[in-house]
């Protein structure tokens, strides 16, 4: 899922790794990273592609 981080988050996959991503990164991450993110109101979901609307709608011809 792509998503705009709006503040700096840390993922925690495991006990033992973290990852930290810092508020205006924009990048691909797992689904569940995603999830977590939006949830904490720390990121957005933006679309995978210019032509690909947010709600997955199909923008322009």
Same mark, same amino acid.
């Given at each position: 899922m792509r998503v705009r981080f709006t503040g700096d988050f840390d993922y925690r @996959?495991? @006990?033992q790794v973290t990852v930290a991503y810092l508020a205006g990164m924009e990048m691909t991450?797992?689904?569940e990273c995603a999830e977590q993110a939006i949830?904490?109101?720390k990121a957005v979901k933006v =679309? =995978?592609?210019r032509?690909?609307?947010?709600d997955g709608e199909q923008v322009g011809g």
């Amino acid at each position: 899922m792509r998503v705009r981080f709006t503040g700096d988050f840390d993922y925690r @996959p495991t @006990p033992q790794v973290t990852v930290a991503y810092l508020a205006g990164m924009e990048m691909t991450v797992k689904r569940e990273c995603a999830e977590q993110a939006i949830a904490a109101g720390k990121a957005v979901k933006v =679309a =995978a592609n210019r032509r690909e609307a947010i709600d997955g709608e199909q923008v322009g011809g």
